[in-house]
């Protein structure tokens, strides 16, 4: 097998045909036989704080389940559905600003962690072609392909 990915979208146009992948947030099966894996989380349109403090735990769940002789990347997770709010609630923002601190955290904690910045990615890019809703409703894809 080659390379593993765990997602919460559909992201399989972005990665080589022979990579395999999770379902939409299952972390169940680790693939002994992966020789690498990519950890693709990203915040769903709809989402809480509560969701994104699970992804913390289910990051460390996986981490702890691969040998550490096998890479791990993650990406940053970012607000690509982000609404401008008015008010003061900026938990959401908070929690994202969390999960990526525990992100570099835990790359200390496990040295087979590499992170990859996606915000330097998505700052190239208008919302607008980032995101296509078109797509997100017919297969789950929230980025644009």
Known sequence: MSWFVFRTDTVERFFPKEYSFSGYDDISVIPEDAEGYVWFYQVPPVTSVAELVEAHRKLEYVL????????????????????????????????IESYNAFLRDASKKYNNLKIIDFSEFVRRYPVGDLLDWRFYFMSQMGLSP
């Open 64 to 95: 702890e389940r691969i040998p550490a002789g096998k890479t791990v990347i993650a990406l940053t997770m970012e607000p690509l559905y982000e609404v401008a709010l008015v008010g003061n609630d900026f938990s959401l923002r908070e929690a």
